[in-house]
Each structure stands twice: as structure tokens, then as C-alpha cells.
């Protein structure tokens, strides 16, 4: 099996942004490069235009199946079968990858024994009320950090462009999908990853992006983190520090609510939390009084 990274691109209701997505994948820095583009809608002529457009840009192998019976999961496991890269990543149309994205996870592969990598990442909210090209309203990062906590993958939800798995490195794991609702990072088989083998981390700067709408993934309550068999013994959790992490993550979704819905008063509870801290740090209520009043920090 090659140094070939294989791209499993799943076309799904957001198709609008799909010209988005396939130009970054030509603006890849990586190579070789294989795309499988997986789709039980769009249009192949119009589908094919696109990726021999991008891909004379910077060639890069690719394959198309479309109209594909049953239901997601399984058409992303024939994908799957069809991969002949070592290194599996996958994608969806709401996502783009820098230019160095590949790079950088097959980089740190190379540089540690860990069975995939994972970069940090940009939830990026679009304006729902634009009807021209998507305007992004803002953008929120979640970067890589060591030490990786499984628990931190199930709560913030890695975009599945994040990561890179090298299939030489699973070993028995079956490398198939059986999620059909929602995002594809929510699927069971992401969360056996992140549980069964610690991850490469590409810290610093996110190095891929999703587009989103209010009604995305974050907003919403995804599913309880699956049971599954653990090779090795793992320390347990207990009742406060789960309580805790649960009440950090409702906290996170009622302030991106705010900050969605209530930019302004947003700002104002930021400013006011913030003068707070300072207060309690020593400094003058007086000093504080002014420097809120001048609008500075």
C-alpha cells in the first residue's frame, strides 16, 4: 500500500457549497491524491465538469459514484472498499482543508506510531439571511491540544476533515460507517477511534474549516458516547468530574446561543465578565469603572 491518501467525499443537502470544497481539495499540497466523490442525487455530468475542471489544476486522481442504493453509511462503506490509499480521510461539502492540511497530519504520522492524526478546527456560522453567495458571520476555533481526552473529542465533535487515518496502524478495527442521521462525525465508529488508539495532534493554528447554519451539529444535542470494549484498563471518571464536564458543555452551548441570537448583549456580558475578573485580580473598582467607561480593556 502506497504513500496514496484517499478522500471520501460525501455530496449531501449542502451542495450550494460543494464548489467550495472541490477547489480546495485541488488546492491540496499533498500528493498523490485520490477523491471518491459518494452522492445519491447530484447530477454526474455535472459533477464530472466540476472535478475535471479542478483537477487539471493540480491533477489529482478521482472517482465518482452517484445514485448509489440504500441508505449513507452503506454508500460510504462501498467508498471505503474502494479506497487504495494508506491513509483515509473523510469530507463533506460544508468543508474545506487548507492548502497544507494533508501535509501536516501525514507529517506527524510519519513522525510518531499513532494509528491516525487530527488537526484542529473553524466552525465557521453563516449568515442565514444572505441569499447570495454564503457570507460568513464569525468564526469559532477549536484547536488541537495535548494532552488528547477522549472526553473532549465526544463533546466538541472533531469535523470529520480533521482527521487522518493510517490503515496500516488500525489493525482490527473495521474501518465501516453505520450512522445515517446527522453529521458523519457523529457516527459510532469515530468514537471507537478516539477510545481504542491515542491520536497524533497537529497542534497550533486550525487547518480546516465547516461552514455552518444555526441548525448544524453545535447547536444541537448529539448522541450518548456509545459503550464499546476497551483493550486496556482506563482510569474511571467520577460522579464530580463528569458533572462538571457536562455542566463546562452546556455552558459552551448557551454562550454560542448568546453570541448567535445576541451579538450585542453578547459583547456587553463579555465586557462585564471580564471587568469582573479584574476587580476580583485587586485592581480599583475606580481604575476598572474608568477603563470600562473609555471602552478599553
Partial sequence: ??????????????????????????GQNYRPLELIAVSARTDRQLFSGMLEQYSGLEPFDYRILVGQAGERAEA???????????????LTT??????????????????????????????AYLDPKVRAAPFIRWKQEHPAHEPFEPLWFHYNRPICCALVIDRLRVRNLPLALSNNEGPIENDAFFFKLAALFRPALV?????????????????????????????????EWTGAVALRLRTLAAVDRAKTRLRLRLPRLYGVAKELSNWGSKVVSGKSLRENFDRLTRGGS
Avoid at 500500500?1 to 485541488?26: H, N, P, Y
Avoid at 497544507?100 to 478546527?121: C, N, P, R, T
Avoid at 486550525?206 to 486496556?232: F, I, K, N, W, Y
Wanted: with cysteine.
Fill in 1 to 26: 500500500m502506497s504513500e496514496l491518501l484517499t478522500v471520501i467525499l460525501w455530496v449531501d443537502d449542502t451542495a450550494q457549497l460543494l464548489d467550495q470544497c472541490v477547489f480546495s481539495m485541488a
Fill in 94 to 123: 460544508d468543508q474545506v482543508a487548507y492548502p497544507d492540511h494533508y501535509v501536516q497530519l501525514i507529517h506527524k504520522l510519519s513522525e510518531v506510531d499513532a494509528a491516525w492524526a487530527m488537526s484542529g478546527f473553524v466552525r
Fill in 203 to 235: 497542534e497550533g493554528t486550525p487547518s480546516c474549516e465547516q461552514r455552518m447554519t444555526r441548525s448544524r451539529a453545535v447547536l444541537q444535542t448529539g448522541p450518548e458516547l456509545p459503550d464499546m470494549p476497551m483493550p486496556v484498563s482506563v482510569p
Fill in 76 to 90: 460510504l462503506n462501498t467508498a471505503i472498499a474502494q479506497a487504495q490509499g494508506r491513509y483515509l480521510a473523510f
